[in-house]
């Protein structure tokens, strides 16, 4: 029988510590990228196969205990695609955790492969990415419209957890799943308006990703059904956290209240503020997206809008297991529920009497 490669076989043979093999393998940070491809290719060179958090074969095993699962039923391998590190701050981080669970009830481990920028750039999968071994894939922070498109032509069930923007009226062929993008933004718009902030703008790119856009749209669909002007000066679509002071800076008058694309663009507009001497929310209100958990650590703490991960996890499986069983069916979109919280930079209580 073949003996098995284990994560110290690899260290051995590149002459490295097993932790630096480990971290390469489960794709945890602070790690060279050069290291990183360097410890893979070897990795598939020696036929190291698993490429999986420890926690999913942890969960896998304990269902096979007590579940009803064992080797033979394992079903195969959900991939996960993503071009960042998904930090505890990142909403999807939640989310992964009830996925990872959910699916290993079903047989399946959640294995994470990272798409680097020379993968997007040749349009490569990752070294740690088996085609004989997926069953079906899941990305996340992947905004790569044309490396997507060859993701969806690997002939495999696809599930993307946001995606590019659609601004163009372009949508990938494969089943989609959001947060609701519009319901809460729509609903702070009318509250701000009926205390009177009449003058409201957007930060944010909102190219960016299907999320951004479709609160940035949103807004300005709100604004127009209210009878409000957008002042498109107050619409900062920026890049680089050093562009926001300098475009703040050079509105003349700025708007009573900005809504941001998410909690950490929020983040970046307060320090930019109070970089040009404006207070929050004395000077100007602001709005974040996600409810991370800087939005609530913050000073002021941040009004914000909650995504309910759990149920984005429970529909990501019906999503892809439906997938699987029924590969011809119709694309689906799924938008699930947000809530809007009202927090300090936004100084609005919601029980408070709308002039």
């Known amino acids: 029988m073949k003996k098995k490669v284990t994560i110290q076989d690899i260290a051995d043979a590149l002459g490295i510590s097993r932790n630096t093999v480990s971290k390469a393998i489960n794709n945890s940070e602070?790690?060279?990228?050069?290291?990183?491809e360097k410890i893979l290719q070897k990795?598939?060179?020696m036929g190291y196969k698993q490429f999986s958090y420890f926690s999913t074969f942890a969960a896998v095993s304990d269902a096979g205990v007590g579940g009803g699962l064992s080797i033979s039923g394992y079903q195969g391998e959900i991939a996960l695609l993503t071009s960042a590190f998904l930090t505890q701050s990142h909403f999807a981080s939640t989310m992964l955790d009830k996925f990872q669970g959910e699916i290993a009830q079903l047989g399946y481990t959640m294995n994470t492969h990272r798409v680097t920028s020379a993968n997007l750039k040749e349009k490569s999968l990752?070294?740690?990415f088996r085609p004989d071994q997926v069953k079906a894939i899941i990305c996340i922070e992947m905004f790569d419209r044309a490396y997507d498109e060859m993701v969806c032509e690997l002939?495999?069930?696809?599930?993307?957890v946001d995606g590019p923007a659609k601004w163009d009226g372009f949508s990938l062929p494969a089943d989609q799943l959001y947060m609701d993008n519009t319901t809460e933004i729509s609903r702070f718009v009318a509250d701000m308006l009926s205390q009177g902030k009449k003058r409201i703008g957007f930060i944010g790119n909102y190219y960016h990703c299907q999320s951004f856009f479709e609160r940035y749209a949103a807004f300005r669909c709100a604004m127009l059904m209210a009878g409000a002007e957008v002042d498109e000066d107050c619409c900062v679509c920026y890049n680089h956290q050093d562009e926001i002071a300098e475009r703040l800076d050079a509105i003349?008058?700025?708007?009573?209240?900005?809504?941001?694309?998410?909690?950490?663009?929020a983040g970046d507009a307060m320090r930019a503020l109070f970089s040009i001497g404006k207070t929050v929310p004395e000077d100007v209100r602001l709005l974040g997206f996600d409810d991370s958990a800087e939005s609530r650590l913050s000073r002021p703490a941040l009004s914000t809008v909650h995504i309910h991960t759990q149920i984005?996890?429970?529909t990501?499986?019906?999503?892809?297991?439906?997938?699987?069983?029924?590969?011809?069916?119709?694309y689906r979109i799924v938008h699930t529920q947000t809530d809007l919280i009202y927090r300090e930079s936004t100084n609005f209580?919601?029980?408070?009497?709308?002039?």
């Open 155 to 160: 002939g495999l069930p696809v599930l993307f």
């Open 316 to 330: 990501a499986v019906q999503l892809l297991m439906s997938r699987i069983r029924e590969p011809s069916l119709d």
């Open 312 to 314: 984005m996890a429970f």
């Open 30 to 36: 602070g790690l060279a990228e050069a290291t990183r």
């Open 126 to 128: 990752p070294l740690s």
């Open 252 to 265: 003349g008058e700025l708007p009573d209240v900005f809504i941001c694309a998410n909690d950490f663009v």
């Open 349 to 355: 209580d919601e029980g408070t009497e709308k002039e």
């Open 43 to 45: 990795a598939v060179e």
